[in-house]
């Protein structure tokens, strides 16, 4: 992988990042307060697993 594979990685996450709070702030809004009622450990297991869905999508893809 190079750098230009990395930095296309990257403009895709901020392009779909970015959707919903273009296309609905209003929705983003509510759903950032309700992440923010979130114990530290829930948003921890969330983003644990993302990370494993993305490394078996790498792993599945390579």
């Given at each position: 992988m190079d750098?230009?594979?990395?930095w296309?990685a990257?403009?895709?996450?901020l392009?779909i990042?970015?959707?919903?709070?273009?296309a609905?702030?209003?929705?983003?809004?509510?759903m950032?307060?309700?992440?923010?009622?979130?114990?530290?450990?829930?948003?921890?297991?969330f983003?644990?697993?993302c990370?494993?869905?993305g490394?078996?999508?790498?792993w599945?893809l390579?």
């Open positions: 750098s230009h594979t990395l296309l990257l403009a895709l996450v392009i990042e970015g959707l919903l709070p273009f609905s702030p209003a929705q983003w809004k509510k950032f307060l309700q992440i923010l009622q979130l114990k530290d450990e829930q948003i921890r297991f983003g644990l697993c990370v494993m869905l490394v078996f999508v790498l599945i390579s």
